[in-house]
């Protein structure tokens, strides 16, 4: 048996091995020593840097906090880290505090470019009164300008838009009660233009949107009145719509119809129009068209009676940059007057924005819209179809409300008109969502699925100053805080009131 020695066995070098056959290796030369290896750092520097002025020294180190984790745990401990920031194009508008740079909004650039997952260009803001909504939105819209793009508010509640307005030589058109403005919500925009001209195929393809733009009005108009707008309503009003136009009897030329004209012709029907609609007698018609009759009525005599029920008299000139109808004179009149008046210009707007021409860039304003969602399914259906439409048309929509929650105010729990609402959020592909109280966080989880850490953003550091907001951009998050020069001051300071009635109480 061999016994095995203890310790790892050593073999005979090769200088052993080859004495041990009589032969002796040449010995090997040291390499000359160079004079800079044997102090390699001559002049050490302090952590404190080089002594002396002008050299950089501090006295007291960089407080460097060190942590240490492995590169999977680092998106947990800083989930929000988002890398890079959104490329450099569109309005610029502030500092984005996750990726330290400067943060531009672009969100026809986003869209087409398919950056962050954005897929329309539609936005919507949510943030507690006094935030700087109005304000954030004020300052997009202006430094778009530079970019060609030109701009439609659609119902200035508070006439906040008009310094604006006028900064840029364009004055607003006023709507209220004494006021020489009229808007017709049937008007047919452009899509009326050259109507005699047209191919058969191309006056039928626009007759229908026309109709359908103006049956969906009607739909939320008598809507706001709770009353329920059923087939046989829509079969008795579209076909008044086409008697009236002169469509029935294959006019050249559409004639321009107005509110009351319709009201009339439903009061008064003819014996053709009792017979397509195929009533018994025109008693059988007016009993059964009474409640679509009585809502289109408060419009004709009602307390919004002037205003919207003549031929347009505002004259919009799209190569202006900004075009803006001041609606505060209707605030007297309750929410859901102003509401009823967005309904109708929200139509108007809409057929002054078809048929826009390729590349004419627009951005379509809709501040404190939860007013016009208020007013039930309809309202919020129409609006449904202008942000579904954004993508077509080019337009930049933007919708403004106060939370999340307001999504949910427009109908009962579980409602169509809730369901429609709730999926206005996935239209808008950017979120922006300025400060909030502590109160609303939950909404923000549920409605937004945002997480706790984001919550805080909103409700801690977005709410401890004007202008701060987190976006959400497609799947890209910012923490931005919009800047403010000096000329936007003057035009986003909404606290002029407050500020004239402290200086009277004062
Ligand atoms: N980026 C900003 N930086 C500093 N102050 C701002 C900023 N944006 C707006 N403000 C100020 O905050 C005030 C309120 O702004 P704004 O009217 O835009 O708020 P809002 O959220 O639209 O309010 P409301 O819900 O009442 O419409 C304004 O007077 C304005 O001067
Ligand atoms: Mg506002």
Same mark, same amino acid.
Request: aromatic residues 6%; proline residues 7%.
């Given at each position: ?32 020593? %160079? ?20 050299? &950089? ?57 398919? /950056? ?7 936005? @919507?803001?949510?943030?507690?009164? $006094? ?15 530079? *970019?060609? *793009? ?46 005699? $001209? ?7 393809? +626009? ?10 009005? /009607?739909?939320? !108009? ?24 002169? *469509?029935?009897? &294959? ?5 321009? /119809? ?20 195929? *009533? ?12 679509? %009759? ?27 940059? @900004? ?9 007297? !009149? ?48 129409? !609006? ?29 729990? &579980? ?40 919550? +805080? ?29 000096? @000329?936007?001051?003057? !035009? ?15």
């Amino acid at each position: 048996m061999i016994r095995r020695r203890a310790g790892r066995q050593r073999g005979r070098g090769v200088a052993q091995l080859v004495a041990d056959f009589g032969h002796q290796l040449p010995p090997l030369a040291r390499p000359p020593m %160079r004079p800079q290896d044997a102090d390699p750092f001559p002049f050490l520097v302090g952590r404190g840097g080089r002594t002396g002025q002008a050299a &950089g020294w501090c006295p007291v180190p960089a407080p460097l906090a060190v942590y240490r984790m492995t590169s999977e745990q680092a998106g947990g401990v800083w989930p929000l880290i988002a890398g890079d920031g959104l490329p450099a194009t569109g309005a610029l508008l502030g500092i984005d505090y996750l990726s330290g740079g400067a943060f531009s909004v672009d969100p026809i650039g986003w869209t087409l470019g398919g /950056i962050a997952g954005v897929t329309n260009p539609n936005m @919507i803001l949510f943030g507690a009164p $006094g935030r700087g909504k109005s304000g954030t939105v004020k300052m997009f819209a202006l430094r778009q300008m530079a *970019y060609g *793009y030109r701009t439609l508010i659609l119902g200035d509640v508070k006439d906040e838009y008009e310094p604006l307005c006028r900064a840029l030589g364009v004055p607003p058109h006023a709507v209220g009660h004494g006021l020489p403005a009229r808007i017709n919500p049937l008007d047919f925009g452009p899509l009326g233009n050259d109507w005699t $001209g047209l191919p058969r195929a191309e006056a039928q393809r +626009r007759a229908a949107m026309v109709f359908s733009r103006w049956l969906l009005l /009607i739909r939320g !108009l008598v809507g706001s009145q709770h009353v329920p707008f059923g087939p046989t309503a829509e079969t008795a009003v579209g076909q008044v719509i086409r008697d009236l136009t002169g *469509y029935t009897a &294959g006019a050249d030329r559409m004639r321009e /119809i107005t509110i009351p004209q319709l009201w009339q012709a439903l009061r008064a029907p003819t014996a053709e129009l009792v017979d397509s609609c195929r *009533y018994a007698t025109s008693q059988a018609f007016l009993d059964e068209t009474r409640p679509v %009759r009585d809502a289109l009525g408060a419009l004709v005599t009602g307390h919004l009676a002037g205003l919207f029920d003549a031929p347009t008299t505002v004259a919009v000139d799209w190569r202006a940059p @900004i075009q803006s109808l001041s609606l505060s004179r209707l605030d007297p !009149l309750g929410d859901e007057a102003v509401g009823v008046a967005l309904t109708c210009l929200n139509s108007w707007g809409r057929a002054m924005t078809q048929l826009a021409e390729p590349g004419d860039l627009r951005i379509v304003i809709r501040d404190e819209c939860w007013k016009q969602m208020r007013l039930g399914a309809d309202a919020v259906k129409s !609006l449904d179809a202008d942000l579904r439409l954004s993508r077509n048309d080019g337009c930049i929509q933007i919708v403004v409300a106060h939370k999340p929650s307001d999504m949910l105010t427009v109908g009962d729990a &579980g409602s169509q008109a809730v369901a429609i609402a709730k999926d206005l959020l996935h239209l808008c592909a950017t979120k922006v969502l300025l400060g909030q109280d502590d109160q609303i966080s939950d909404e923000l989880s549920d409605l937004l699925g945002l997480n706790p850490m984001a919550e +805080r953003i909103v409700t801690d550091w977005a709410a401890s100053a004007k202008g701060r907001a987190l976006w959400l951009v497609g799947n890209h998050v910012a923490k931005v805080q919009t800047v403010r020069t000096s @000329i936007d001051v003057a !035009l986003t300071d909404t606290n002029d009131a407050i500020a004239a009635n402290g200086a009277e109480v004062a």
